[in-house]
């Protein structure tokens, strides 16, 4: 409710100040979800809208993995496939010039909406100086295969995945997962740890300052994101800059996110099947340090085109476009203030 009642404050300010700087364009960016559409399409200057998510559910053949909470991942899907056809979102896609999108499943929602034009346009990147420390040479070569997993300990991250998965890899291949993060769910994480017997294979490293997981990406050798819903995901491009194969679930955002030959992306079918296929992954990655360092290689490389400085290049260019559109057939003129 406060969101809604700040958008209107935000639009009579841009008014005002529209009436003294005379803007190209206007571009608004929080909230990023489908959820809750913006009014600043109302100003008489081309509408640029995102990047913006909303629009990924939970899969539902995954419901116990989110327990008692499940049913508001229910209300949220069904609010989800409603928005869609509600008159504020509607409007908002329809007068937009540009609208950038987090994931696929978004784009889809937004294109269900009437969208007509949508760029894929992750709302992370990669910080120039997290490139430079990128080159440093990771611990490629130990015995022992060192998965990372970042994220908070609720329901959504998918965490259950991984320590099932792990349960599954022979005890001949070394490997230990740590996980950083804390949450609500830590104890019970660390409980199905000691049920699935794994629990001298898992750390769990709790928080950690951002200014210090650079020595968490360089001493692993892989990187798991097991997110059954999300947007996009921030350490995906970190672990991408610091040269780490990607092992994930293939949706929403990450799976488009990681390019085919930085990663294995599981498909998102059932838990058994999802779990299996993770198991094979790790295996495959314990099994090869040459897969490994060719998908490191280019998961670096695809860093560099997610780093900030090609993201500002890019949406300058956007710019550029939908105001040259405007002033070539008047089509962004939308309500007079």
Same mark, same amino acid.
């Not at 059932?270 to 090869?288: F, K, Y």
């Given at each position: ?17 529209? $009436?003294?700087?005379?803007?190209? +364009? ?12 913006? =009014?600043?399409?109302? =100003?008489?200057? *081309? ?42 979102? $509607? ?88 996980? !950083? ?77 990681? *390019? ?5 992306? +599981?498909?998102?079918?059932? *838990? ?10 790790? $295996? ?37 476009? !939908? !105001?040259?559109?405007? $002033? !070539? ?9």
């Amino acid at each position: 409710m406060h969101y809604l009642i700040w958008q209107r404050a935000a639009l009579r300010e841009a008014r005002q100040q529209h $009436r003294t700087h005379n803007f190209d +364009v206007v571009h608004h960016l929080s909230w990023g979800t489908i959820s809750a559409p913006p =009014l600043l399409w109302r =100003l008489p200057v *081309p509408f640029v809208w995102g990047p913006i998510g909303g629009g990924q559910t939970a899969p539902p053949a995954f419901y116990r993995y989110f327990g008692s909470g499940w049913n508001r991942e229910l209300l949220r899907t069904l609010r989800v496939k409603v928005a869609t056809r509600l008159p504020g979102l $509607r409007r908002a896609v329809r007068e937009s010039a540009l609208i950038l999108s987090t994931n696929p499943e978004t784009t889809d929602a937004l294109t269900a909406a009437g969208a007509r034009q949508v760029h894929f346009f992750p709302n992370i990147g990669v910080p120039e100086h997290l490139m430079g420390h990128a080159l440093d040479q990771h611990a490629t070569e130990q015995q022992e295969l060192l998965i990372l997993w970042v994220g908070r300990l609720i329901p959504l991250k998918g965490l259950p995945l991984a320590l099932e998965a792990l349960s599954q890899i022979e005890r001949s291949l070394p490997v230990r997962l740590r996980i !950083v993060g804390e949450g609500p769910l830590k104890a019970e994480m660390e409980n199905l740890a000691q049920s699935l017997g794994i629990s001298d294979r898992v750390e769990f490293a709790g928080a950690v300052p951002w200014s210090r997981m650079g020595d968490f990406y360089r001493e692993a050798n892989v990187f798991l994101f097991t997110s059954l819903r999300d947007s996009s995901g921030t350490v995906i491009s970190e672990a991408l800059a610091y040269r780490l194969p990607i092992l994930t679930l293939n949706h929403q955002g990450a799976g488009a996110i990681v *390019p085919a030959e930085a990663g294995i992306k +599981v498909a998102v079918t059932n *838990p058994e099947e999802t779990v299996s296929a993770l198991a094979d992954g790790i $295996r495959r990655l314990a099994q090869s340090p040459q897969l490994r360092k060719h998908m490191g290689e280019a998961a670096w490389i695809h860093a560099q085109s997610m780093s900030w400085q090609q993201r500002t290049k890019q949406m300058t260019e956007w710019y550029e476009e !939908v !105001v040259a559109n405007k $002033r !070539v057939n008047g089509r962004y003129s939308y309500a007079a203030l």
